[in-house]
């Protein structure tokens, strides 16, 4: 069968069914021993009872009382034979050979339905002579042909209950399930917005298609970026290899000297584009996570101090100043390099978005458990509305990406942040924007 | 001086072997792993630059075993883009320095150059001098013409590079990553920023200009 669903209803209900004829045959087997015995010992006490007429009375009694008790119709009767020494029976009207000693089957001629099975139990009473009492067996016959019939109605009703029951679930899992891969079909057929089925019941199924919907929400959403990323980069590489193709071609009919100064800007602009390759890659690997491996202790205060120190006089050359205030003894496990430069793109970002003569400041701060690292300035700032947008903007890689610096610089702020459990936030310095990298409690 | 050039790719063997030829150098070339490591082992080249993927026998793997062999020839590791694991693994395997591609030239035959004169640790002197300029490592001192010039940390550590390196050519990137740990290239310029206040503090009172700068280069401290 090639439906799984059915198969395990089919073979539930096998299993059911099997049980069902297992305990039959042991009740059956109990009740057919039980009325064996009732049978045996109603015969042996009938033959006791015979026995102590003739010891009371001799034979001549004994022939009597078996008569007598011959002679009562009754459907339960039980059968006699006396048989002498020589084995000929002198007494009784059971027709049988005589027999051993004891309790055993034996075969009779009944008057009315020949040959027949019975119990017989055989004693002996003196003068070689062999008194045998036995009943049919039909009586227990009966009560097996009784429990069998009941039993086998009762076992087909199992077996129908269960065929129905294996189709009826079979054919729920198999819709289910149908449900949930036809969806399936759907998104290989390229249809990426297909979504599973999910009722409201909140069973397994509706859970396995929850979250097989998240997973295509997911890998949507990252189709949906790389194939704006791939879009931008196109985008993004036209227009410096269309400024490059032109300054060849005017090159071309300039003097040496002239052509020098092409080729050297030339080198430029592929520099650029190299460098936004760079970056992509770079932020590529950072968000595979591999680099956690490299994870080391960092002096993150030392970092941080440094790095404000070195970028002072860069910026105050740029007409803006760079203040810090760097708690002391701050340690991270981290890559230290990654960190530097997401430090650096955000003072960078800050210089680049803001007029001259902003302040900007660097702090490093423990609140707690947690580590807060912060670039702030006071220059013009962004809008509420626009903060998310911003993030999305540069972490989508949506829209202005003009030079590789631009867009990529808070991307992979954001990739070094993800990749240290650290939370990103932007807010209102009042004035201007201030941009916060929370670090967790270390666990190492 | 004779460069081991172990690079698969014929356009950028290529390339490196004419610029180097150029200079100067002389060349020996190998195209797989097992030429490089036969290479490094029979000839005695001062340098050897090896590409981290070459057939036969991987970069690091060849790098491995010349310093299993004792060669302790100096090893600029070359590696594609974004392999940021790659040198950590390349350090760890006996490099000495290591260029991502695509590298300009220029960049490559200055770390070559600068590969080439480096000297044994143990070698390691406490004083440095070039032409007027004479810095005592030990007392963190800097003088010119017998003049004491205070100069930051910061500066102390760019003028160290620059004159251990005279007379031959240092790039920005070579200063980023040694005075600031830098293997990436920050868009703002901080080496030219502390390159100018150095230069200015150096040449107080109008004497000569001791760094020659190398447009789009790097740096050249004048013997």
């Known amino acids: ?444 | 001086m004779q460069v081991l050039v172990a690079e698969d790719d014929i356009e950028t063997a290529e390339f490196v072997a004419r610029g180097l030829g150029e200079l100067g150098h002389s060349v020996i070339r190998a195209a797989n792993g097992p030429d490089a490591l036969h290479l490094a082992t029979t000839e005695t080249p001062e340098v050897v630059v090896l590409d981290r993927m070459l057939p036969g026998l991987d970069g690091l793997s060849v790098l491995r075993r010349m310093r299993a062999a004792s060669i302790e020839t100096p090893v600029l590791l070359l590696t594609a883009l974004g392999q940021i694991e790659d040198r950590v693994e390349g350090l760890e395997a006996g490099a000495d320095d290591y260029l991502v591609k695509p590298f300009a030239f220029s960049e490559l035959a200055a770390r070559i150059n600068a590969l080439a004169r480096r000297r044994p640790l143990s070698e390691t002197p406490t004083e440095l001098a070039v032409g007027p300029l004479h810095m005592d490592l030990l007392k963190r001192e800097v003088r010119r013409d017998g003049r004491p010039i205070q100069l930051q940390p910061r500066e102390f550590r760019l003028l160290e590079e620059l004159m251990r390196g005279a007379d031959r050519v240092v790039t920005r990137t070579m200063l980023l990553e040694r005075v600031w740990g830098f293997h990436f290239d920050p868009q703002t310029n901080i080496v030219e920023t502390h390159i100018s206040r150095l230069r200015a503090k150096l040449n107080e009172g109008g004497a000569d200009d001791v760094i020659e700068t190398l447009r789009g280069v790097g740096y050249r401290m004048r013997g």
Request: no cysteine.
């Open chain 1, 1 to 444: 069968m090639r439906s799984a669903a059915y198969r395990i209803a089919f073979v539930y209900s096998a299993a059911f069914a099997l049980a069902i004829a297992i305990l039959g045959a042991i009740i059956f087997w109990a009740m057919h021993v039980a009325f064996t015995r009732q049978l045996d010992t109603m015969i042996r006490d009938e033959a006791a009872a015979l026995v102590s007429e003739y010891r009371a009375d001799g034979a001549s009694e004994l022939a009597e009382a078996i008569g007598k008790r011959e002679a009562i119709p009754s459907h339960d009767r039980l059968f006699y034979a006396l048989f002498d020494a020589q084995g000929r029976r002198i007494s009784g009207r059971l027709v049988t050979q005589r027999p051993a000693l004891g309790l055993h089957d034996i075969v009779f001629i009944d008057p009315r339905e020949g040959p027949d099975a019975g119990r017989g139990f055989a004693v002996d009473l003196g003068d070689g002579e062999r008194l045998l009492v036995a009943a049919d067996r039909e009586r227990v016959e009966q009560i097996d042909r009784t429990v069998i019939s009941v039993f086998l109605a009762g076992f087909a009703l199992v077996v129908l209950l269960g065929i129905a029951g294996a189709l009826l679930l079979g054919g729920y899992l198999r819709d289910r399930l149908g449900a949930i891969s036809g969806a399936a079909e759907g998104v290989v057929a390229g249809h990426l917005g297909a979504r599973m089925p999910v009722s409201e019941r909140g069973d397994e199924f509706d859970r396995l298609a929850s979250s097989l919907n998240a997973m295509l929400e997911r890998i949507e959403g990252l189709l949906e970026n790389v194939r704006q990323v791939s879009s931008d980069i196109a985008h993004d590489l036209r227009t410096p290899l269309a400024r490059l193709r032109n300054q060849l071609e005017r090159g071309l009919g300039g003097d040496p000297a002239a052509q020098h100064a092409v080729i050297e800007e030339g080198i430029h602009r592929v520099d650029d584009v190299l460098a936004l390759f760079a970056a992509i890659l770079r932020i590529a690997e950072i968000e595979s996570g591999k680099i956690r491996r490299n994870f080391a202790a960092v002096d993150l205060s030392a970092l941080v101090a440094e790095l404000a120190e070195s970028y002072a006089p860069a910026v105050a050359d740029g007409g803006r100043t760079l203040g810090w205030d760097v708690e002391p003894g701050i340690a991270i496990t981290g890559d230290r390099e990654l960190l530097a430069q997401a430090l650096v793109n955000l003072i960078e970002n800050a210089q680049r978005h803001t007029p001259a003569g902003t302040a900007v400041r660097v702090e490093l701060a423990a609140r707690g458990d947690a580590r807060r690292l912060s670039v702030s300035d006071n220059g013009p700032g962004v809008p509420v509305q626009d903060r998310e947008r911003i993030v999305q903007r540069f972490i989508r890689l949506e829209g202005s990406r003009s030079t590789p610096g631009h867009g990529l610089g808070l991307n992979l702020v954001a990739a070094v942040a993800r990749l240290h459990q650290a939370r990103l936030s932007f807010g209102d310095n009042r004035p201007g924007l201030i941009v916060t990298i929370e670090f967790p409690e270390d666990r190492v």
